[in-house]
């Protein structure tokens, strides 16, 4: 069974930045577009950042410039390093591949306060 692992996440003041990690248990990134997810409670889960397997990027406008999504397929990890972080960044951040194809990890909490 695939499972997503994310680490990374923890309590940083506005201004701050963080770089999230996934480990994939299996081999599911390989010829496939991958992203970061976030959801706060009572919300959906939104699209922050996508990376296809040529490098190609996108990101949500309300992150672009401040957010990078990167990956190492080798190591089946997806990172995502956030930058200028503001309390509207706080959420739990998830990834997978895009569209959405396998059960979702715990995720990792990023909480932004001063």
Same mark, same amino acid.
């Given at each position: %069974?695939?499972?997503?692992? !994310? ?8 201004g ?7 480990v ?7 010829? /496939? ?5 976030? %959801? ?5 889960r !939104?699209?922050?950042?996508r990376?296809?397997?040529?490098g ?5 406008d309300?992150?672009?410039?401040r ?8 190591? /089946?990890?997806?990172?995502? %390093?956030?930058?200028?972080l503001?309390? !509207?960044?706080s959420?739990v951040?998830?990834c ?8 979702w990890?715990?995720g ?7």
């Open positions: %069974q695939v499972q997503l692992v !994310e680490s990374g996440g923890g309590l940083v003041q506005p701050g930045s963080l770089r999230v990690s996934c994939a248990s299996g081999n599911i990134f390989s010829g /496939k577009t991958v992203g970061w997810y976030r %959801q706060n409670p009572g919300a959906q !939104e699209l922050v950042a990376m296809t397997t040529f190609s990027t996108i990101y949500a309300s992150v672009k410039g957010f990078t999504i990167s990956r190492d397929n080798a190591k /089946k990890t997806v990172y995502l %390093q956030m930058n200028s503001k309390p !509207e960044d959420a951040y998830y997978n591949t895009f569209p959405a194809l396998w059960a990890g715990q990792t909490q990023v909480t932004v306060s001063s």
